[in-house]
C-alpha cells in the first residue's frame, strides 16, 4: 500500500487541523507522512495524529474550505531519500512521480556541486582541510583547521548565499 485514502476529510483554509471520516489512521498514518487532497496541487507534512479521525499538519492549509472531499496520505517511502513508493493503485500517481523526479534532480545538483576534498597551505602555517560527503539525503561539510604554529585560529562561520552556496 503506498497510500491510504480511506474515507473523506473535511478541510479549513488557515488551519493544520484536518478530520477525516471513516479513516483509521492511528493504525495506517505516520508522522512525516504527506497529506493530499484530490485536484489540489500542494502536498502537507503530518505533524501528528492525535486520533483516527484527526491529523494535524506540518503547516496551515492553504486551500479552500472544503467537506467531504477524498485525499490520499503517502505512506510507503523510501529509505535514503524519502521518496514517495508508487503503487498501480496510488491516486495521482503522476504528481508524486514529477515531485520524486524533482527531488533526484536537486540531490544530483548537490553532488555536482561539489564532491571530494581540498587542502590550503597558507604561509602562516595553517593548514586548512576541507571535505565533502554526501550520505543518504544528507550533505556535510568538514573543514578540520591545524596550524605548526600556536596561534589562535579562531571561530569559523558560515554564510548562507543565493543559489545555495555558502561562504566560509
Known amino acids: ?12 483554509n488557515g488551519s493544520p487541523i484536518v478530520t477525516g471520516y471513516d479513516t483509521e489512521w492511528l493504525t495506517y498514518v505516520s508522522v512525516g507522512d504527506a497529506f493530499k487532497v484530490d485536484g489540489i496541487s500542494a502536498i502537507y507534512t503530518i505533524n501528528s495524529v492525535p486520533s483516527d479521525t484527526q491529523i494535524i499538519l506540518s503547516t496551515n ?19 535514503y531519500l524519502h521518496l514517495a513508493e508508487i503503487w498501480g493503485a496510488d491516486k495521482n500517481w503522476w504528481f ?15 553532488a555536482d556541486i561539489y564532491s571530494g576534498s581540498g587542502t590550503f597551505n597558507g604561509s602562516t602555517g595553517v593548514t586548512i582541510n576541507i571535505g565533502a560527503t554526501l550520505s543518504g539525503s544528507t550533505y556535510s561539510v568538514a573543514i578540520t583547521i591545524t596550524t605548526s604554529n600556536p596561534i589562535n585560529v579562531g571561530a569559523i562561520s558560515v554564510e548562507s548565499k543565493a543559489n545555495n552556496q555558502f561562504v566560509v
Do not use: S
Not at 1 to 12: F, H, K, N, S
Open 1 to 12: 500500500m503506498g497510500q491510504y485514502q480511506a474515507g473523506t476529510v473535511d478541510v479549513t
Open 61 to 79: 492549509y492553504a486551500g479552500a474550505t472544503q467537506n467531504g472531499v477524498a485525499y490520499h496520505i503517502t505512506v510507503d517511502w523510501t529509505p
Open 96 to 110: 508524486h512521480l514529477t515531485q520524486n523526479l524533482r527531488t533526484i534532480d536537486e540531490f544530483l545538483r548537490a
